[in-house]
Structure formats: C-alpha cells, structure tokens
C-alpha cells in the first residue's frame, strides 16, 4: 500500500509542480510582479504566506501557504488520557482558549453522559462570553492598528489584561488556560473573581462605547473597509463560513441559538448580522457581539443559581485533595484519573460550541479504551481561510492586509 | 415534512435504494449510516437539490482509519448540516487501504478543497477531480500518511521510556 501512495505521490506532486512553473512562467510574460507576502510578516499576525501576483498594487492571484505551526495535535490526541487533551485544545485559538477548552470538555461529557449542574453551566457561560469579548476586541483593535490607529488598540488591550486577571482568579493561567474539567469546573467562582466579573461589567461598557465611537463614524476607516474583501452571503456558505464572517454576510446562524448548549437557552441576547459581508460588515458584527456577551455575562452573573460547581462523576471528576489523603475511594479514583487509567465507553459523538471565529466542533470517536480513538477538530479559521484568495483577488495590496485581520485568522487554529 | 432521522432515512432508501444506503444508526442524535463512494457524489447532490432537505452545508470531513476492518480500512466521514431546517446528518465511505480513491466534492461544495488536501496529507486518500491535490499541513516531501495507525506517535522501540504504571 505504502508504495502505491508513494508513487501516485509523487507523481502528483511532480505533475503540480509542473504547472506550478508553468503559470507562474506564464505571468512573467505579462510583466506581473511575483510578490512574497510571509511567512513572517508583521502585518499578517501570524505565520502565514501568500505568494502573490501583483499587477501594478492590483492583486491578480494568490497562492495561500500553511502549516508552518502545525502541532499534530489530532495524532497526539491519539495516545492522551482524555483529561490532558484539554491543554492540546488551548492552543488551537488562543485568542479564547476557555471556549476550547469548553467545547472539548462538553463533547467528552456527552460521550460519557455527564448531566452537569446548573451553576457549573452558568460558570462556563460567563467564561466563555469573557473569552469571546476577548477574541472580538484583539480582532477589531488589530484591524484598528492595519488601517492606522494604534492608540485604540492599546486602549482596549488594557481591558484584555483586566479579563486575563479574571482567568487568573479562576483557573490560575492566562493565555493558554486549561481551565475547567471534564465535569464541571475545577473550583467555584471566588469572591475575588465574583468581585473583578463585577467590576468588569461596570468598567467596560465605557470603554468599548469609547473605542466604537473613534472607528465606527471614522472616515478614514469607513473608506479604507467597506467594500473591501466582501463575499456574499452564498459563497460564504458555499467555503463554510460560520461565526461573525458568515453572519456579516447576513446568515444569522449561530450555534448559540440554533443548539443550544451550557443554558444558552436561558438568556436574552440578541445575533447582529451585516448585509454586505465586507470589512466593515465584520466589524460592526464583532463590536455588537461583544455587547450581546456582556449582556449574556450580566444575566448569567446576577442570575447564578446556587449549586455544585461540578457534577458528581466519581470516575471522571478529581476528588478534593483533603478526601485523597483520608479517604481510600478517593485516593483509588484519583490515581486511577491522573493515571489515565479510566476507560471511556463506546461512543461516536460531534459536539459544537460557537467559538471566537464560528463553529468549534469536536467528532470523537471512543473505542472504550482510555484514549480517543479518534478525535477531529472541526477549526472555522481553516475551513474559511481558503476563501481568501478569493475576496482578495482584484483588489489591491493593502485591502488584502486588512481583509485578513478582519477574518480572525489565528494561525494555531488554521495549523492545530 | 417534518425532518426526523426516520423521514429523511426512508426517503433516501426510496430514492437511493437499501444497498447504498445501509448500517444506519444513530450515536449522539446524528444519524449516521454507511454509502458507496460510487454514489456519494449524487447522494450529496441529491440533498442539496432536495426541496424538503436543503442540506446545503458541509461542517466537516474527516478521515478514519480502521486497520482491523480488511478490505474497508480507510473511512472518509462526511458531516452536513441543513441550516434551514437545523437537521444534521453524518455519511460514512469505507475504502480499502490499497485503493483509497474517491471522488472529490470540490464541484459541489468549495470548501471541501482543503478539507480532502487534509483528509489526502494525513490518510492518503486520492480524490479524483481534485483541482490541487497536494499536501496542506506537512510539507511537501513527506513519504508517508501520518494519521495512520501504524506510524506510532513515539518510537515503540525505545527502551529509556518504559514504564509500566504511565502504560508506556
């Protein structure tokens, strides 16, 4: 077998290298400009590279490279106990890791059929929201920073330290958070961070009222984005768009809504949705989300149902330390859950959340030993970031710039 | 036409026939049954066009591979979505290892080009149709399929690492 894939292989390589040449032969005779934009360019905020073909600033077409930080993370996901795949989850887009890490614990709750209490529910939604409002405000500030206006981005960047700190409180990291567990979480709310959610609430609102009003009437920006690498409403579904790209199409699908997971159902919140799907469109999408999450977090907040903070899962969920030392069933199930040496049943499930940039889905499959079988991530940022050559085809250099910060595209994402 | 599994399921039998559309069940409350990769094309097309279905999302493709299954190793997973009527279902191609060849999807769906580049650089599968079949996330000169069960993730033969509590 090894060797038939071989030859077809390089068969196939040779026969796309061929015409590889033979294009980009073709274009120098018309005197276009071959253009390297990446792997490492700072206004591409990541690794990412397109090889361009430039007539005058005029992109003629673009040949998308990556895969520069692919990790494997679905092949070491092979050989993991469930619980230390979490971690694997936080870097895929780390913009808003708790969502990640969230949306891997709730499929691996509905494999085991982990019913999970209410205020470990209302827990996850207010860090989930905190996280979305963190991923939105980096992508409007960045695309703040491409069109010319630093200071914004530093003004809310202040606001990001502030819902790190809360991480902080809650879990004890920042960036890459491995927070919660397959169960609920690994601590209740402390006062502290009930105090900073709260303080949080009060202070933002102002703040982002501030950055909207320096972007969103601002010439220079409304002629430097509207217009600029749109698509439409069918071609976005046609890539497999989904999140804020696809709702600024004016595709009011959001998985928050459509199904409903960790009591979504139970708040007020409205989905803003674009007309166009340009820059703009996304723009003004992902400010209004944000207001809708500090909505859903106000609600969750003043609403926290009394409760469990995890549920009771025995031989999923770590016992509390002090019962590891006095009692024998919790030492056996503690070392027999840091050990990896629970097994899962038998199970085939997809669970999806809506993460930062659309839907997060999780396909695992459990062949009732203590790994995955197989565990496939469904990440938005790859599925929608192969239609950018399409929207930024005909239009010029710097509108390809800034159509790429406003798709979101977080490399550890796109690579996983 | 309400859309339950049951509906859609006895509708594409009539249509498809019980031959191509078998091993229907249903894990996680999506269904999932089990087709050939000669009629997968259609069978996607057909959803597409249905006026009562309008499956016209694709979520996700991913590759599955079962060593122990002989003459259906491979598994090509297909997950669609109609957004209109919030109805999910799964389709499942098994292929032999030898002759992991199927038809490319990029016709109907474009976003299916990346996701068959990825399902080509890690299982191998050949998707004939393919506008640009090469690898995605590995680079170029790779010789082998990595998310195939016989690469190990670790070198098994190393003796430095055993330990029999860590189930190494």
């Known amino acids: 077998m090894a060797t038939d894939n071989k030859t077809a292989d390089t068969d196939q390589l040779q026969e796309f290298r061929d015409n590889r040449d033979l294009k980009l032969q073709d274009k ?207 071609r976005a579904l046609n890539y497999g768009f989904t999140g804020p790209n696809l709702r600024a199409t004016g595709v009011d699908y959001d998985v928050r809504v459509m199904n409903p997971y960790s009591s979504y159902e139970d708040f007020e919140f409205e989905i803003p949705v674009g007309e166009k799907g340009d820059t703009y469109d996304r723009f003004l999408v992902r400010n209004e989300e944000v207001w809708q999450s500090l909505k859903i977090i106000e609600q969750a907040y003043k609403n926290l149902p009394e409760g469990s903070y995890h549920a009771d899962a025995p031989h999923y969920y770590l016992p509390p330390k002090q019962e590891v030392y006095t009692s024998m069933e919790a030492l056996i199930y503690h070392f027999k859950i840091v050990m990896g040496e629970i097994d899962a049943p038998k199970g085939e499930v997809y669970h999806s959340v809506e993460g930062g940039n659309g839907e997060l889905g999780f396909y695992l499959i459990s062949d009732g030993g203590r790994t995955p079988y197989r565990l496939h991530f469904r990440r938005p940022c790859f599925i929608y970031y192969q239609a950018y050559t399409e929207m930024i085809k005909g239009g010029q250099l710097a509108d390809a710039i800034l159509t790429l910060s406003s798709l979101n595209v977080i490399a550890g994402e796109l690579d996983a | 036409m309400e859309l339950t599994n049951e509906n859609v399921l006895g509708k594409l039998i009539a249509q498809f026939g019980e031959e191509n559309i078998r091993d229907a069940y249903n894990p996680d409350g999506i269904m999932t049954f089990t087709t050939n990769r000669e009629n997968i094309i259609a069978l996607i097309q057909y959803l597409y066009d249905d006026k009562d279905l309008q499956v016209q999302f694709l979520t996700t493709m991913a590759g599955i591979h079962f060593p122990d299954h002989k003459g259906m190793e491979l598994c090509m997973m297909y997950q669609l979505h109609s957004l209109r009527h919030n109805f999910r279902l799964r389709i499942k191609v098994f292929t032999p290892a030898e002759d992991p060849i199927l038809p490319t999807l990029t016709n109907i769906y474009a976003t299916a080009n990346w996701m068959e580049r990825e399902a080509y650089d890690f299982y191998g599968f050949i998707f004939t149709g393919h506008p640009n079949l090469i690898r995605i996330l590995n680079i170029e000169e790779m010789e082998y399929h990595p998310m195939l069960k016989q690469y190990p993730l670790e070198d098994q033969t190393r003796e430095d690492k055993i330990d029999t509590y860590f189930g190494r």
């Open chain 1, 28 to 234: 120098k005779n018309e005197n276009l400009t071959t253009l390297n934009l990446g792997p490492t360019h700072p206004a591409t905020h990541g690794i990412f590279q397109n090889i361009l073909q430039m007539d005058g600033e005029v992109i003629m077409d673009a040949v998308p490279t990556i895969g520069y930080i692919h990790r494997a993370f679905e092949k070491i996901a092979e050989r993991r106990p469930f619980y230390q795949i979490t971690p694997l989850t936080d870097r895929m887009n780390y913009c808003s890791s708790p969502i990640n890490n969230m949306g891997y614990h709730m499929t691996v709750e509905k494999l085991l059929g982990i019913e999970i209490p209410k205020r470990a529910q209302y827990i996850r939604v207010i860090m989930m929201e905190l996280a979305r409002i963190s991923d939105h405000l980096i992508c409007n500030s960045i695309l703040g920073v491409d069109s010319g206006a630093f200071t914004g981005f530093l003004y809310v960047m202040q606001e990001r330290e502030h819902i790190y700190d809360i991480y902080e409180e809650v879990c004890g990291a920042r960036l890459t958070t491995n927070m919660g567990r397959i169960g609920g979480m690994e601590r209740d709310l402390s006062p502290k961070a009930l105090h900073l959610i709260g303080e949080f609430l009060k202070r933002f609102p102002k703040v982002w009222a501030e950055f909207e009003k320096m972007l969103t009437r601002n010439r220079i920006f409304i002629d430097r984005t509207v217009g600029v690498g749109a698509i439409s409403a069918e």
